[in-house]
T-cell receptor, first 114, second 114 residues
């Protein structure tokens, strides 16, 4: 069965610290992988996506993610967190060559302390 | 680019009434639109997929007579919650995609049924 697991429900970091949000997936085909961010009461904004090629992808707002096929992981990283990064982060997976039917993880809530 | 507008952002209505939510792609033609539902502190659950000019495809467990979806043009899809009840209260989010591009999300609609 297709699924996405985000093991960390809630993460707290200090401003300026590095960040890594974990994402593991179970998918029968070559996955399209996404990270979205959601601020309270708002929709989702795409941070980055991986389709193929270089396994380290760069996104907006200084985020990057690395696809590791052997570990079925697509972890999101940022070297230095800003207070404005506090939000809910969702990892998602879709079918190869088609972004229909995204399957989302349960999300990780990021809290940033000054 | 790739802006999706969702209206209204918030609606409060009495039990038994019907509520219509609009989802518009402002600067691209959305070949496919998606409707998601998000419960508090939970992930997004796909309700249905709609393609312009054809009937929506509903996910298992979603009542098609309860949640009417119309995708009349390449820039507009509507979700009508018919005879709404308190258990229908939720955050509804639409997304749109053109071809194989990633889904772009609206800001969501907070529906509260009294």
């Amino acid at each position: 069965a297709q699924s996405v697991t985000q093991p960390d429900i809630h993460i707290t970091v200090s401003e300026g610290a590095s960040l890594e949000l974990r994402c593991n997936y179970s998918y029968g085909a070559t996955p399209y992988l996404f990270w979205y961010v959601q601020s309270p009461g708002q929709g989702l904004q795409l941070l980055l996506k991986y389709f193929s090629g270089d396994t380290l992808v760069q996104g907006i707002k200084g985020f990057e993610a690395e696809f590791k096929r052997s570990q079925s992981s697509f972890n999101l990283r940022k070297p230095s967190v800003h207070w404005s990064d506090a939000a809910e982060y969702f990892c998602a997976v879709g079918r190869a060559y088609n972004t229909d039917k995204l399957i989302f993880g349960t999300g990780t809530r990021l809290q940033v302390f000054p | 680019g790739a802006v999706v507008s969702q209206h209204p952002s918030r609606v409060i209505c009495k039990s038994g009434t019907s509520v219509k939510i609009e989802c518009r792609s402002l600067d691209f033609q959305a070949t496919t639109m998606f409707w998601y539902r998000q419960f508090p502190k939970q992930s997004l659950m796909l309700m249905a997929t709609s393609n312009e000019g054809s009937k929506a495809t509903y996910e298992q467990g979603v009542e098609k007579d309860k949640f009417l979806i119309n995708h009349a043009s390449l820039t507009l899809s509507t979700l009508t919650v018919t005879s709404a009840h308190p258990e229908d209260s939720s955050f509804y989010i639409c997304s749109a995609t053109e071809g194989s591009q990633p889904q772009h999300f609206g800001d969501g609609t907070r529906l509260s049924i009294l």
